[in-house]
C-alpha cells in the first residue's frame, strides 16, 4: 500500500490544520499519505463526539494514519478495538514526539522518549491489537539528550512496521538551529524498517538535501504545508515555480472542502488559513482585515477570487 521505494510524501499531524478538507485537498496535490490530527486514547475510548469527527476521512485518503496518543496500557488498547471498527483506516500511529508540557508531562508524547520499555509496550499493545495494514511511531531524537540509535532499535524491536523522526530533541521545541539531520541517519543506519525524515522540510530543495542527508524512505511535511500545500505538488512534479493560477485552484479547493465539511462556520475558520496563503501579497494585511470580518461563503470566495 505504501511504497517506500519511492520516497512517499506524508502529511504531518498538525493541531488546528490537518483536518479532512486539508488533507484531502494536499491528497489530491500529491501527498502520499495523509495522518489525523493527534487523537487522545481516552478520548477514543469513551467516544468523544468531536474525537469521532476528527477521524473521519475523505474519499480520496488512502493510505490514511490515525495518529493516537496516550500514556498506558489500557487505553490505548480500548483506542485501538474502537479504530478496529472503522473501515478506511490503514495506519494506527503512536506519538512519542510531542513537546507539549500537557502532553510530555502526562507520561506520553515526548516523555515517552526517556521511558523507552513504556514506549515498546504501547507500540506491543497497538501492534498486537490493531487490524490495520501498518503500525507506526512519530518520535524526536531524544528527550533532553540525543539518543537516537536506543529509541530507533525500540521502535522496531515493538513490532512497528515503520517510523517516522523529527529531528530535535524534546527540549529543543522548534528551534530552528537545533534540527538535526545526522541523527535521523543514523537511526536509518540502525534499523532494517523504513524511516521517514521529518522537520525543517518547506521546499523543494531542503527536501532533496534531507533526503540526500539522512538516506530516509520518505519525508513528512508539517508546517513547511501550512499556507503552503502546493509543496507536495512541486516535490511530485520537480517543478520550483507554482503558478498564481495552480494557487488559487488549492486555496479555493481548500475553501470549498472546508465549507463542505463545517458548514457556514466553515467560512470563520478558513480565516486563519487565508492569513497564511496572502503571506508575501501585495495588500495582504489589508487582505487579511477584510477577511476577519467576513462569515459568508459568497462573499469570502469572491474576496479570495479577485485577490489571488
Not at 35 to 48: C, F, G, Q, T
Not at 159 to 169: K, L, N, Y
Not at 190 to 219: Q, Y
Request: a positive charge.
Amino acid at each position: 500500500m505504501i511504497d517506500f521505494s519511492k520516497n512517499p510524501l506524508f502529511l504531518a499531524p498538525l493541531a488546528g490544520f490537518s483536518d479532512l478538507p486539508f488533507r484531502s485537498v494536499v491528497k489530491k496535490f500529491g501527498a502520499d499519505v495523509s495522518v489525523s490530527e493527534m487523537i487522545s486514547s481516552n478520548a477514543l475510548m469513551y467516544k468523544n463526539k468531536k474525537t469521532l469527527k476528527m477521524i473521519k476521512k475523505a474519499s480520496n485518503e488512502s493510505p490514511y494514519a490515525v495518529q493516537i496518543v496516550g500514556g498506558e496500557v489500557e487505553p490505548i488498547k480500548k483506542a485501538v478495538e474502537f479504530l478496529n471498527e472503522i473501515e478506511g483506516i490503514d495506519i494506527i500511529d503512536l506519538n512519542c514526539g510531542c513537546p507539549a508540557p500537557k502532553v510530555a508531562n502526562n507520561n506520553q508524547g515526548s516523555s515517552l522518549l526517556k521511558d523507552l520499555d513504556r514506549l515498546k509496550k504501547l507500540l506491543e499493545t497497538i501492534k498486537k491489537h490493531s487490524n490495520k495494514k501498518y503500525t507506526s511511531a512519530k518520535v524526536r531524537i531524544g528527550y533532553d539528550q540525543k539518543t537516537p540509535v536506543d529509541i530507533a532499535k525500540a521502535v522496531e524491536d515493538a513490532g512497528a512496521d515503520f517510523i517516522v523522526v523529527h529531528g530535535r530533541t524534546k527540549k529543543d521545541g522548534y528551534k530552528k538551529d537545533r534540527i538535526d539531520y545526522d541523527s535521523i541517519a543514523l537511526m536509518k543506519k540502525s534499523v532494517k524498517i523504513p524511516v521517514i525524515a521529518n522537520g525543517e522540510i518547506d521546499s523543494l530543495s531542503s527536501a532533496l538535501s534531507v533526503l540526500e542527508i539522512t538516506g530516509a524512505d520518505g519525508l513528512m511535511i508539517g508546517r513547511g504545508a501550512i499556507g503552503n500545500p502546493w509543496i507536495f505538488h512541486q516535490l511530485k512534479s520537480g517543478e520550483m515555480d507554482v503558478s498564481s493560477e495552480l494557487k488559487k485552484e488549492i486555496i479555493l479547493e481548500h475553501f470549498y472542502k472546508m465549507v463542505e465539511h463545517y458548514g457556514e462556520f466553515g467560512v470563520v475558520i478558513f480565516r486563519k488559513h487565508l492569513h497564511t496563503y496572502s503571506k508575501g501579497y501585495n495588500s495582504a494585511s489589508l487582505f487579511r482585515d477584510n477577511v476577519n470580518s467576513i462569515s459568508k461563503e459568497k462573499e469570502m470566495e469572491d474576496l479570495i477570487i479577485s485577490f489571488f
